[in-house]
C-alpha cells in the first residue's frame, strides 16, 4: 500500500491550486482550469457531476474517520472497491481494496482512515476500464478513448486498475477530432 506522507498530501494540494493561481496572474498554462482540477481529483464530486448528466454510476458512500460507523455499509451490493477519494494514479489502491463482505470493508476503511482523508465506498462493477481525455477550445475538440487491457494471467482477481496492475496493463488508444459544428 503506497502512502502519501503528509508533507507529500500538502504538496498535492497546492499542485491543484497552480491553475487558479496561473489564472489569477494571466499566466499561460496547459491544465484544466480550477474548478475542473479540484473536481477532478474529488471522485465523490465527480460522481455526483456525472449524475447531473443522467450518467449512471455505482452506489456509493464518502466516509470520514469522525462520521464513519460499521452500519453505514448495510444496505449495499458486495463486492465494494474502497479507495481513497483525493488520490490519483492508484495511490491506495490494491487487489485488497475490493472486498467481498462487510467484516473485510469494515477493516480496510479503519486503516485507510488512518492514513487517508476521505474514503470512498462504491459497489464494484466488474467491465471494461476506460479513460477519456479531451482538450480544445470553442473550435476544435478533440478526445482520446483509452481502453486499460487488463493481463488474462490469472493472478489478478479483479479487473481493477491498481496498483499492482499498472506494471502488467497494456492501453489500446483511439483518438476522435470534433469540429465545433459537429458537436
Do not use: W
Amino acid at each position: 500500500l503506497h502512502v502519501r506522507s503528509r508533507r507529500q498530501r500538502q504538496m498535492c494540494i497546492r499542485d491543484r491550486n497552480v491553475p487558479a493561481f496561473c489564472e489569477n496572474y494571466n499566466i499561460k498554462y496547459f491544465n484544466p482550469d480550477p474548478y475542473v482540477q479540484v473536481l477532478c481529483q474529488d471522485k465523490f464530486m465527480t460522481k455526483k457531476f456525472a449524475e447531473n448528466f443522467k450518467i449512471k454510476t455505482p452506489k456509493s458512500l464518502l466516509v470520514f474517520s469522525h462520521s464513519y460507523r460499521k452500519e453505514q455499509l448495510k444496505g449495499f451490493q458486495y463486492p465494494l472497491i474502497i479507495k481513497p477519494n483525493y488520490e490519483s494514479e492508484s495511490i491506495g489502491i490494491t487487489q485488497q481494496s475490493i472486498v467481498s463482505d462487510i467484516d473485510q470493508a469494515h477493516s480496510l476503511i479503519k486503516h485507510l482512515l488512518k492514513d487517508f482523508d476521505g474514503i470512498l465506498i462504491e459497489e464494484y462493477i466488474a467491465g471494461n476500464e476506460i479513460a477519456i481525455t479531451m482538450f480544445g477550445d470553442l473550435d476544435n475538440l478533440f478526445f482520446e478513448e483509452a481502453e486499460l487491457i487488463f493481463p488474462n494471467e490469472g493472478k489478478f482477481t479483479y479487473k481493477a486498475y491498481t496498483s499492482e496492475i499498472k506494471q502488467h496493463i497494456a492501453i489500446a488508444v483511439s483518438y476522435t477530432h470534433l469540429r465545433a459544428h459537429e458537436t
